[in-house]
């Protein structure tokens, strides 16, 4: 028995490099049917069954809890073999991806790991992936830890989306030409000046809580912050005129938005921040009335004193020494939900990354 499960297991790890060598193949391919699929891999098996246990669909962590779960005799498939099991799994309404993701989680189970059929979490052939899972009613988020309501907090005096007026009068960035964008370090719609400072990605991924965390492509994001002064423009002296470090972004079909910007300072009071509204769709992301979450983010205490050693942040060196997250009137009740997971430095510029759960 050891010797045939060991033939066996010999036969499947080739078939599994050979499926890793074509994966390239397969992807340009990949219109080919299930059936094509499951000849290779047939052509591979002994003609023995095998015995070892491997997990039914059903029964993978991978199944969307939406999902219909079919209704079978466990114990007569098992013994039918892996051979069956294969044909069973991709015989399933389900992608090519997601039925080889099932055949080499199940196999691993029961087996030693199969490295070389692996693939990373970006991988877009025919490889294992680990970042989302994807069900009949769209795709969630892959740390279901991360996938609470972020807290709502103030816009602040300087929100720019029509609730409030500077000296000129109603201030509203949300509807000016050109708002929708990923560069947010320019002025537009007239204005012409540039914020500068270390460069800022900051990348949001929008998670909806009430649809059990999948993610929320269409929905709309409004961000904006201060410059590496502390000011805000459209209120703050000598920048009312201007508009940049405001921009509206629509989540793609991950639910991410992306902007382009540079890292705030911080202004005295203030541990640094960066504010953003949240709404259910892009064509509603014209009034603060259709919000359906405002909050704020900010950033790790290391990341912060090391942009800070960058040209033309003096001031936010000595305000930052002055304040802490305990004593911040935003995030002195925790920042587990509001800390940006933060990659870079002060010279190539940073990401700053986070999952944002709201209610849609």
């Given at each position: 028995?050891?010797?045939?499960?060991?033939?066996?297991?010999?036969?499947?790890?080739?078939?599994?490099?050979?499926?890793?060598?074509?994966?390239?193949?397969?992807?340009?391919?990949?219109?080919?049917?299930?059936?094509?699929?499951?000849?290779?891999?047939?052509?591979a098996?002994?003609?023995?069954?095998?015995?070892?246990?491997?997990?039914?669909?059903?029964?993978?962590?991978t199944?969307?809890?939406?999902?219909?779960?079919?209704?079978?005799?466990?114990?007569?498939?098992?013994?039918?073999?892996?051979?069956?099991?294969?044909?069973?799994?991709?015989?399933?309404?389900?992608?090519?991806?997601?039925?080889?993701?099932?055949?080499?989680?199940?196999?691993?189970?029961?087996?030693?790991?199969?490295?070389?059929?692996?693939?990373?979490a970006?991988?877009?052939?025919?490889?294992?992936?680990?970042?989302?899972?994807?069900?009949?009613?769209?795709?969630?988020?892959?740390?279901?830890?991360?996938?609470?309501?972020?807290?709502?907090?103030?816009?602040?005096?300087?929100?720019?989306?029509g609730?409030?007026?500077?000296?000129?009068?109603?201030?509203?960035?949300?509807?000016?030409?050109?708002?929708?964008?990923?560069?947010?370090?320019?002025?537009?719609?007239?204005?012409?000046?540039?914020?500068?400072?270390?460069?800022?990605?900051?990348?949001?991924?929008?998670?909806?809580?009430?649809?059990?965390?999948t993610?929320?492509?269409?929905?709309?994001?409004?961000?904006?912050?201060?410059?590496?002064?502390?000011?805000?423009?459209?209120?703050?002296?000598?920048?009312?005129?201007?508009?940049?470090?405001?921009?509206?972004?629509?989540?793609?079909?991950?639910?991410?938005?992306?902007?382009?910007?540079?890292?705030p300072?911080?202004?005295?009071?203030?541990?640094?921040?960066?504010?953003?509204?949240?709404?259910?769709?892009?064509?509603?992301?014209?009034?603060?009335?259709n919000?359906?979450?405002?909050?704020?983010?900010?950033?790790?205490l290391?990341?912060?004193?090391?942009?800070y050693?960058?040209?033309?942040y003096?001031?936010?060196?000595?305000?930052?020494?002055?304040?802490?997250?305990?004593?911040?009137?935003?995030?002195?009740?925790?920042?587990?939900?509001?800390?940006?997971?933060?990659?870079?430095?002060?010279?190539?510029?940073?990401?700053?990354t986070?999952?944002?759960?709201?209610?849609?």
């Amino acid at each position: 028995m050891v010797r045939s499960a060991a033939a066996s297991f010999t036969s499947i790890y080739a078939a599994c490099r050979r499926f890793t060598s074509a994966r390239k193949k397969m992807a340009a391919v990949a219109t080919q049917s299930n059936s094509m699929i499951l000849q290779a891999i047939r052509a591979a098996l002994p003609s023995a069954p095998f015995s070892d246990p491997v997990s039914h669909p059903s029964e993978r962590t991978t199944m969307h809890r939406h999902e219909p779960e079919q209704e079978h005799d466990h114990d007569h498939d098992h013994h039918r073999g892996l051979a069956a099991d294969v044909a069973r799994l991709l015989a399933q309404p389900a992608s090519r991806r997601q039925s080889l993701r099932w055949l080499f989680a199940g196999a691993g189970a029961g087996l030693l790991p199969l490295a070389g059929c692996g693939g990373s979490a970006s991988d877009d052939g025919f490889g294992i992936s680990t970042s989302t899972t994807t069900g009949a009613t769209g795709s969630s988020a892959s740390n279901s830890a991360a996938c609470a309501l972020i807290p709502e907090e103030t816009g602040g005096p300087y929100p720019g989306d029509g609730t409030n007026r500077n000296a000129n009068g109603v201030v509203n960035a949300l509807v000016l030409s050109g708002i929708v964008r990923s560069d947010i370090r320019a002025s537009i719609a007239g204005a012409s000046g540039v914020a500068l400072g270390v460069p800022l990605t900051i990348r949001l991924q929008l998670v909806n809580v009430a649809g059990g965390c999948t993610l929320a492509p269409g929905a709309a994001l409004y961000l904006w912050h201060c410059t590496r002064d502390g000011g805000y423009s459209m209120y703050s002296n000598g920048i009312v005129s201007e508009n940049y470090l405001r921009g509206v972004q629509q989540a793609d079909g991950d639910g991410w938005v992306s902007f382009s910007t540079i890292f705030p300072g911080c202004y005295d009071g203030r541990m640094p921040h960066v504010h953003f509204e949240v709404y259910p769709s892009l064509a509603r992301a014209n009034s603060a009335a259709n919000r359906v979450k405002t909050s704020q983010f900010t950033f790790p205490l290391d990341t912060l004193s090391e942009a800070y050693g960058a040209s033309g942040y003096a001031s936010s060196v000595s305000n930052l020494a002055r304040i802490s997250y305990a004593s911040d009137n935003v995030f002195s009740d925790g920042t587990s939900l509001q800390m940006a997971n933060v990659t870079g430095n002060a010279i190539q510029g940073y990401v700053a990354t986070l999952v944002v759960g709201v209610s849609l």
